[in-house]
């Protein structure tokens, strides 16, 4: 259904050949850094509507854990799942239940050593509400590219902001800036006084351009990533670490573990979506971290970082 694809095919399929093409990009290319482990392919269907594609890498030679899921899901949505997003003026607020469709790609890497950093990237589209034609009352896109080291090195976070500000650029000057402090604020443990990590970008509900200029700013991030990380694990990913730096990325990992769980949009809307995949929710996921009663980190080793998870930096600025 997705061959001979036009600039005016709906924005849905687009949509699902872009996520799905850049699916088997991002999983060559890490295969690729990897050297020995290969992504396992998992194909599933949702009885209500949909189905989607998780491709899961564990215990490689670089990468502990490595997932890059597409999902395409559609059907009725449920008033607690619709009231997810932000108010889009185009739906009422309603008790009942909506139509809605959803694709996306989502990407979380946890290398083994602790000098390499864990990274996520999402992009997706959604629509909301369909008349009597079939056409989206309402649609946006949403996504963003963070990082999450565990051990600070200035020059992977500038190299990570400065790629993803240039796409930005091309775009719309406000982007790096507006959706920098949206990343920053996003991605805040409220409980711990931190951030999950020095940040990237994040948007959602985006709709305030036309549909295929939002498009166009949503593929070239998504083309981005791997340049984006790639070279920052190719530097770390042989270094030497201690068994203290092991334990302080696990308890880094517990961290992401608490955000995913507690403040996450995308796995508090995927547990309230019917039908949804358990696994795929939860393949963001480490293989192994740690929570340790009272932990105090070594300011010498650590600290560092501690010091811009709690005041965000201007790293395309570095």
């Not at 203290?244 to 573990?257: N, S």
């Not at 507690?262 to 995927?270: A, E, H, P, Q």
Request: hydrophobic residues 35%; proline residues 5%; charged residues 30%.
């Amino acid at each position: 259904k997705l061959q001979g694809l036009t600039k005016d095919s709906p924005m849905r399929l687009r949509m699902e050949e872009f996520v799905k093409r850049m699916q088997q990009e991002v999983t060559a290319g890490l295969e690729k850094v990897d050297g020995e482990a290969k992504f396992k392919i998992d194909r599933w269907t949702r009885a209500e509507g949909g189905d989607g594609i998780s491709m899961v890498l564990q215990d490689g030679k670089v990468f502990e854990k490595a997932g890059v899921a597409v999902s395409v899901v559609y059907g009725m949505l449920p008033p607690a799942a619709a009231q997810m997003r932000a108010q889009h003026p185009d739906i009422a607020e309603t008790n009942e239940a909506l139509t809605f469709f959803a694709t996306g790609i989502s990407c979380v890497i946890h290398p083994h050593n602790p000098n390499a950093p864990t990274v996520h990237f999402n992009y997706r589209y959604f629509e909301l509400g369909h008349d009597e034609k079939g056409e989206p009352i309402s649609w946006w896109f949403g996504g963003g590219s963070d990082l999450t080291p565990t051990i600070l090195y200035e020059e992977d976070a500038a190299h990570f902001h400065k790629m993803i500000k240039e796409t930005c650029d091309q775009h719309d000057p406000r982007y790096y800036k507006d959706f920098k402090k949206w990343c920053d604020d996003y991605f805040y443990i409220q409980h711990r006084g931190e951030r999950r990590g020095i940040g990237g970008i994040f948007f959602d509900d985006l709709d305030d351009k036309p549909i295929d200029e939002l498009f166009s700013f949503v593929k070239d991030c998504g083309n981005g990533f791997l340049k984006q990380y790639v070279p920052i694990v190719e530097r770390r990913k042989d270094m030497p670490f201690t068994m203290e730096d092991k334990q302080w990325q696990q308890l880094r990992r517990g961290r992401y573990v608490e955000f995913n769980l507690v403040y996450d949009r995308g796995t508090k809307f995927g547990l309230l979506t019917p039908g949804s995949r358990i696994e795929s929710i939860m393949m963001s996921m480490p293989l192994t971290a740690r929570w340790e009663y009272m932990h105090e980190p070594d300011v010498g080793a650590h600290g560092k970082l501690m010091e811009v998870l709690r005041v965000p930096r201007d790293w395309a600025e570095t």
